[in-house]
């Protein structure tokens, strides 16, 4: 099983500041990577796949990099709705894992 | 519109059973891969099961292997899983989610809101 894990768990972070989050595969998932954005009760959203194609509808301040083992989602200027729990997820092979979760809250 | 909308949920005893659905609008659902995914109260996404279009490959989570069978009808549109032998820790919300397969997996790029499962005597 491809373990993910992801840092930092929370992160408090200004209105208009930037927000750098990092996942790490335990073995290379190539660019199979995934991020998803989950606000409370409410179903994920896709946000990047590819490790940085960003999907329908996702505003520009989000990005994806990397590839292989080391991956990151920055939000350039972070608005009030961006405030979520974001996920990572590998899809290299069909035993899908996510990683634990960035939750980004207001500083 | 592209739509999924779970039913089934509810609460169960220990070692009961319970068959979630799944119902797909909006696009043809007959040439997408199909996944279960679930949350804990609190707790993080964890992936349950995968079917394919033809139902052709299917994967299971060894948490839930041997007690649950994913499985679709494509003429009505509709995913479902059956689940078996509930333990407390399978209490969670449970998501349909369309698989968009690159090469080998894919990723999920359409979800429902999900069903609520809770098992407790």
């Known amino acids: 099983e491809i373990v993910m894990t992801q840092s930092p768990a929370t992160l408090s972070v200004s209105p208009g500041e930037r927000a750098t989050l990092s996942c790490r595969a335990s073995?290379?998932?190539?660019?199979?990577l995934a991020w998803y954005q989950q606000k409370p009760g409410q179903a994920p959203r896709l946000l990047i796949y590819?490790?940085?194609t960003r999907a329908t509808g996702i505003p520009a301040r989000f990005s994806g990099s990397g590839s292989g083992t080391e991956f990151t989602l920055t939000i350039s200027s972070l608005q009030s709705e961006d405030f979520a729990v974001y996920y990572c997820?590998?899809?290299?092979?069909?035993?899908?894992?996510f990683g634990p979760g960035t939750k980004v809250d207001i500083k | 519109e592209v739509q999924l909308v779970e039913s089934g949920g509810g609460l169960v005893k220990p070692g009961g059973s319970l068959r979630l659905s799944c119902a797909a609008s909006?696009?043809?659902?007959?040439?997408?891969?199909m996944n279960w995914v679930r949350q804990a109260p609190g707790k993080g996404l964890e992936w349950v099961s995968s079917?394919?279009?033809?139902?052709?490959?299917?994967y299971y989570a060894d948490s839930v292997k041997g007690r649950f069978t994913i499985s679709r009808d494509n003429a009505k549109n509709s995913l479902y899983l059956q689940m078996n032998s509930l333990r407390a820790e399978d209490t969670a919300v449970y998501y349909c989610?369309?698989?968009?397969?690159?090469?080998?997996?894919?990723?999920?790029?359409?979800w429902g809101k999900g069903t609520t499962v809770t098992v407790s005597s």
């Open positions: 997820q590998q899809y290299n092979n069909w035993l899908f894992t």
């Open positions: 989610a369309r698989v968009r397969v690159v090469v080998v997996a894919g990723y999920m790029d359409v």
């Open positions: 079917i394919s279009s033809s139902s052709s490959y299917i």
């Open positions: 590819g490790a940085s």
């Open positions: 909006g696009f043809t659902f007959s040439s997408y891969s």
């Open positions: 073995q290379s998932v190539s660019s199979n």
